[in-house]
């Protein structure tokens, strides 16, 4: 099965395509979206769902698993990063694949076993599971990547997989 992982973001888009077969990962790609700071913001939500769009293409995931949002303090960040978040949920949709969303406690339990682990164990263990000889860079991206993983690792893959067959049925 082929998981686009994304951490959804207005500055930085990190994303990372993983393979899952038989309990093995296998990395396709990864990278990050980014836009400036300066430019006006209509400006960056083009740019993201455009980039999004052919990552996708090239990709050719069967699902994409997205990082939950999750904000306490900055209603202004919270509201930036969401609408992000959502064009790149528009760019799955109309490139329908199925989007499957995830918390970051549920990504820390998938990927390390423990849901209170340090960013860095969470960077480690998603290198380790992918078999690479660095942790992927920037941030963003490892976190798309250990995102895919725990798409892999839950029900959610069972699920899509079921899917998958129905639709190829048809």
């Not at 899952?20 to 990278?31: A, C, V």
């Not at 939500?45 to 990082?67: F, N």
Request: glycine content about 8%.
């Amino acid at each position: 099965m082929v998981i686009l992982g994304i951490d959804p973001g207005y500055a930085i888009v990190g994303w990372g395509g993983v393979v899952q077969n038989r309990g093995r990962f296998d990395l396709i790609e990864y990278g990050a979206v980014t836009t400036p700071a300066g430019m006006p913001f209509f400006r960056r939500l083009e740019i993201i769902y455009a980039e999004m769009d052919l990552i996708i293409k090239k990709i050719r995931p069967e699902v994409i698993a997205i990082e939950k949002l999750f904000f306490t303090t900055n209603q202004k960040t919270a509201i930036d990063v969401a609408q992000a978040r959502g064009v790149i949920v528009l760019a799955a949709v109309q490139n329908k694949i199925p989007v499957f969303e995830y918390t970051p406690l549920q990504v820390k339990s998938a990927v390390t076993g423990y849901g209170k682990a340090e960013k860095p164990q969470v960077m480690e263990m998603t290198r380790r599971l992918l078999r690479l000889e660095k942790v992927p860079r920037p941030d963003d991206a490892a976190d798309a990547l250990a995102i895919a993983i725990c798409h892999a690792q839950t029900g959610g893959a069972i699920r899509m997989q079921n899917m998958v067959r129905e639709r190829r049925k048809k």
